[in-house]
């Protein structure tokens, strides 16, 4: 052990002295910048480009390289800060009511909505001839709030019989999907035969296909873009940002940030969230509720869309992450 400590400690002074004349070097940290570039891009599956290369920016974008793999050409962010509502009254009832009727779904927004069944039922109909798309808007969405992707003001609706949906399934899709729609008939099978062993399973299995079909096709021909899915529920959903409607004046998205390497006419198309779910009945059941409810008093209807834009600004009330749904806070703010 006496004679190896003498060698450790010229090993270690050896290598100080290396790494000191590697770090004086003038061309050092351009070397470190490329070895670090280059794990970046082998890790990303993608071609290694000279630092030079990349500052260059290419033709027609205005910050960076525009190549195939950068993220910003594919996502945008869509995050919208929590802001307090502006007033033009003085005093607090005044105020209250001011609040109120921007909450309430505007005819612009009921337009909008209108659109987007419209052409969501052309792209769905293409295979199932015999469904329902409407559309429900729980706000006024046009003027966009925080949390507008996470919790969508605008819910689209698909309704049909559960063996017009099993028949229409059968033979189209994956092996997947045709082993879920072989034990969907059977559970169907065993329900019109009185059986009680069985079926809520497989209807809840034939409605997340239902789902998981009419998201193809509202992506494939509809021209809407998958956001996420949300299975694990007791409503299964997906999230989908609706193309921007012609005709219809939408906000225009905040001025661009360093980094943004999108294109003005890309800026410019305003998609919307919406909510898409097939045979659920929550959203028909928070509309006959506020209906009923407005006709016993007026104003619960207002307290529910105050209650809930609430808890949307604060962010408790994505299911997904185990906050009670907005039609749950409904059902609290009607009840106490």
């Not at 940290?29 to 890790?43: C, G, I, M």
């Not at 399934?169 to 879920?180: N, P, W």
């Not at 998981?212 to 899915?229: E, N, W």
């Amino acid at each position: 052990i006496c004679q190896l400590i003498p060698l450790l400690c010229a090993c270690v002074v050896y290598a100080l002295w290396v790494s000191t004349k590697r770090c004086g070097r003038p061309d050092a940290q351009e070397e470190n910048l490329q070895l670090h570039q280059r794990y970046l891009q082998h890790s990303r599956g993608t071609r290694y480009r000279s630092p030079a290369a990349s500052r260059a920016p290419a033709s027609g974008s205005r910050c960076c390289s525009a190549s195939p793999t950068s993220k910003f050409d594919r996502r945008r962010c869509s995050k919208k800060p929590v802001s307090a509502p502006t007033f033009e009254a003085t005093t607090f009832d005044e105020q209250v009511s001011e609040l109120i009727s921007q909450l309430k779904p505007s005819q612009e927004s009921e337009d909008i909505a209108a659109q987007v069944a419209l052409r969501a039922r052309n792209a769905i109909r293409t295979v199932f001839s015999d469904v329902e798309v409407v559309a429900i808007a729980t706000s006024d969405f046009v003027r966009g709030t925080a949390f507008g992707v996470a919790v969508p003001d605008l819910e689209l609706l698909a309704t049909a019989s559960p063996a017009v949906l099993l028949s229409q399934l059968q033979g189209r899709g994956s092996k997947a999907t045709a082993a879920t729609t072989a034990t969907a008939a059977a559970g169907l099978s065993a329900t019109a035969a009185g059986s009680a062993s069985g079926p809520k399973m497989d209807a809840r299995k034939l409605q997340k296909s239902a789902i998981r079909s009419c998201t193809d096709l509202l992506v494939s021909s509809g021209g809407f873009k998958f956001r996420r899915s949300a299975f694990r529920g007791l409503d299964p959903k997906v999230t989908l940002m609706a193309p921007p409607m012609t005709g219809v004046a939408l906000p225009p998205l905040p001025p661009p940030s360093s980094g943004d390497c999108m294109s003005d006419q890309q800026r410019e198309e305003t998609r919307i969230p919406v909510d898409f779910s097939v045979n659920c009945p929550t959203p028909l059941f928070n509309q006959a509720l506020l209906k009923e409810a407005a006709l016993i008093d007026s104003r619960a209807k207002d307290l529910a869309l105050v209650v809930r834009r609430w808890v949307k600004d604060r962010g408790i009330c994505h299911a997904a992450k185990g906050h009670l749904p907005p039609y749950a806070w409904t059902l609290l703010a009607l009840f106490f």
